[in-house]
């Protein structure tokens, strides 16, 4: 099994069919397309899972638009993002093409988790110290330029 089994892509030669796609022909999907149903199954309910969950937006779209291979992440795709590759025909909201939903939903939650740590790093309970250290500069900056001037700067 090939890739692109149109039939523009298949001669008969003889008494048998030969691909004739060079592009894909040294490609096969035979032991793949055994776990086809499976692999369906997993995105069905992954995706039952994130809906459960109020994570799953809008369908992104793909070349062939497949079920259940770009559910959930086309809610904030920039639309001019393209995935003409097979191998990774998902445009999700990071601005990358994936090949799957799930590999999508997993870069944007890394994503998630870079902004909440750079969040913590800046916010709550580390703001206290950070005002304490821009008072400090402040103060410093304010001796300094008042040995130069008599106004306040700060």
Known sequence: LYEDMAPWNIVQMGSSLQYIDYD??????DKDVSKAYQVMTVLMN???????FKHCGTKSGTVYNLPYASDCVGTYVDKS????SLSFPVPCPDGTCHSTYVTCLKSLSSELDK???LQ????PENIERLTDEANSVGATLK???GSFSNK???
């Open 115 to 117: 902004l909440t740590a």
């Open 46 to 52: 992954y995706k039952r899972t994130v809906e459960d």
């Open 81 to 84: 993002l393209t995935c003409p």
């Open 143 to 145: 001796a300094v330029v």
């Open 152 to 154: 306040e700067y700060f």
């Open 120 to 123: 913590n790093t800046v916010f």
């Open 24 to 29: 894909t022909r040294d490609i096969t999907f």
